[in-house]
């Protein structure tokens, strides 16, 4: 492993001279050299600043495990600032499930500028600081500084990458831990460095601290440099001896926290990994079996990694020059350095093929890698000009995606995109937030602060005060939670999905009308909650509803779970039209399962469009199985504002299609415009109030 070995000192043959033979050929080096202490700080502030302007603008809760990981690193806030005689047991039960090492590094933070959400997300910069200066060491030493520069710029305006800087996941520091991991491993020249490999071993451990999957990325990387010293029989110290003790050294640094929980938290992954459905599956092996594609050697689950790496990873653009410069690297690229990406992407890309649950961002951590193969690839281009011109233009193409996602841009199409049989090829799109990765600032309020206030005017004053949470959606997984607990209040939440029973005893209750409700192996217990609200000896009063930013276009109105009867709805469709109400029935025949849906609507104004309603069937995986319009008959045009009419309405699902089907999701659509019309959900804040007779709002109905 040549290059390797020569990262330091670069003399003598091989590699070393091939560098030198670069830097005498690069007749725009001098010049760039004089910036290049300049640039890795303005690429620094750069990111900064775009991601100050979109954090403080923006509404968006954590939501989902950013939710969980914001509450633990408060929970590490107060430990460190009131310490006491049980410091270690408490510290061992804030997070039992997500190695702690992301959370701690917002404790400085938190001291100098308070606990707020946007300090903790900013606290990410100094794993971006990170991420930057590894991506630009990697470069440096295998090639030169202009490689490590660019590499660093192209990483950084990966859209997942910089959407992963302003929101509160652990994927983003694994990234950059990942790379400051491989930065020392090359350092450690096959382990001949003492210095770099104890420098290894110490990142190593914070890598496994910051997440589990860390040793996935730098398998492939660390048995490379192993195996190619072994080969090539080092006399500079043993590297067997050498790489076992930076292990070792990982391994003691690691050990505080993996100690009590490595083996609870192998269980859970494992169950993830290869999740099963039926009696005795836990909640991890349902859970495993529910994210991603179906099976595992379908076409769709071994494309699935591919198909995101383009659409919202890095681009199709970056994609297609990572394809070019890995072809090109081949011959111009030295073995050593290719085989060193190569591995540091493949082995992530086939583990997390193999296994069941797949994410977006499963993958991220092997983005540097991409970012210096094409590099690199760049680099390598012998004519200037041709050199030049690629590097502007990707320049160019990187801050155009990177300002059109983080701000948006009326004059490019919201997508360019190419329908295939195996999914969609985008071009080019502008990135709409997700619930793990913010793009742009979402400035509407979810109005958290105002479920707890509300809660917390008519609570009694009590250290046990029951919040029974019946939805187990992204907001209420634990936003509602860290509101209260920054808020110094002493509430319980419970969640119904979990524990049904627990509405007996509950003080308040959340219900939540339309979106998202839970996944689908909660939704018997979802379902019997409900059931008991309605039949619960105590009685509750409804004290508000909440409206949410969020905007769907589908409600379901069955799942397999459903208790019969009519359910209320009161929705309100862009507001023109109200679903008053619906209930489904089901019923086998042969050609399939037939639903009769009878909907009750309301225009609200004068419809001048033509309605129709759509269907959309549902599987486990919440991926459309099938779809069908029906028009509205007598066309909505004709009805007056304000009259309810009911409709009834015949939807026949074929055999196939039903066995696989969970939910039937109905819409509106007006043909006349080809839009769909959209409604925001409603949280339902219900108080135990003895004198009531049974759940009711201010009109009698829940």
Known sequence: MRQLDHMSSYSGAGPGKQRERYEMNQDTRRPIRQWIYLLLPLLVLFHVINNLIVITRDKTPFLWDGGDYFLASLKYYDLFTRPGIDFIQRFNEVSPYRPPLFMLTSTPFYLLFGRFPEVAVMSTIVFFVILVFSVYGIGKELMSEEAGILAAFIVSIFPIVFALTRSYWSDFPLTAMVSLSVYFLIRTRCFTDRHHTFLFGVSAGLGMLTKWTWFIFLTGPFLYTLAAAVKEGRTNGNPLKSAAWSVLIGAAVASFWYIPNGLSVVGKLMDLAFGIQGEGATRFKVLGETIGPSGIFTVKSLTYYAGILVNYQVSFFFTLLLIVFT????????????????????????????????????????????????????????????????????????????????????????????????????????????????????????????????????????????????????????????????????????????????????????????????????????????????????????????????????????????????????????????????????????????????????????????????????????????????????????????????????????????????????????????ESLTYRPQYLIYERDTRASGPRDSMGER
């Open 327 to 674: 072809i090109y690297g081949l011959k111009r690229l030295d073995r050593d350095t290719l085989w060193m990406f190569l591995l540091w992407i493949v082995i992530p890309v086939v583990f997390f093929t193999l296994i069941k649950n797949k994410t977006f961002r499963n993958t991220v951590p092997m983005l540097p890698a991409a970012a210096l193969l094409i590099s690199l690839g760049v680099m390598k281009i012998r004519s200037t000009g041709a050199r030049r011109g690629l590097i502007m233009l990707i320049i160019l193409v990187g801050l155009t995606q990177y300002a059109a996602s983080s701000y948006g841009a009326s004059y490019l199409p919201r997508k360019l995109a190419l329908g295939t049989p195996i999914g969609d090829v985008i071009f080019f799109q502008q990135h709409e937030n997700q619930t793990y990765a913010i793009y742009r600032a979402q400035t509407e309020d979810w109005k958290a602060d105002k479920i707890i206030e509300t809660i917390n005017s008519h609570a009694r004053k009590s250290d046990d005060v029951r919040i029974v949470l019946i939805p187990r959606d992204a907001f209420t997984w634990r936003t509602l939670e860290y509101t209260s607990y920054l808020k110094g209040l002493p509430f319980k939440f419970i969640v119904a999905a979990l524990e049904p029973e627990s509405l007996k005893s509950a003080d308040f209750v959340l219900v939540k009308k339309g979106g998202f409700m839970g996944m689908w192996f909660l939704m018997e217990n979802i379902h019997r909650s409900m059931r008991l609200l309605d039949q619960t000896a105590g009685d509750f009063t409804l004290l508000a509803k909440v409206e949410q930013p969020e905007s769907f276009a589908f409600l379901t109105v069955y799942d397999r779970a459903s208790p019969s009867g009519k359910n209320s709805s009161g929705l309100v469709f862009s507001g023109k039209v109200q679903l008053v109400d619906h209930s489904v029935s089901v019923s086998e025949g042969p050609l399939g399962e037939t639903f009769i849906v009878d909907v009750t609507l309301k225009p609200l104004v004068a419809i001048d469009g033509d309605m129709a309603l759509v269907f959309n069937g549902m599987d486990k995986k919440l991926k459309v199985i099938m779809k069908q319009p029906v028009a509205i008959e007598p066309s909505m045009t004709k009805w007056l504002p304000n009259e309810e009419r009911t409709i009834s309405v015949s939807i026949t699902v074929p055999g196939k299609s039903a066995e696989n089907l969970f939910t039937l999701d109905m819409g509106l659509i007006d043909r006349s415009r080809k």
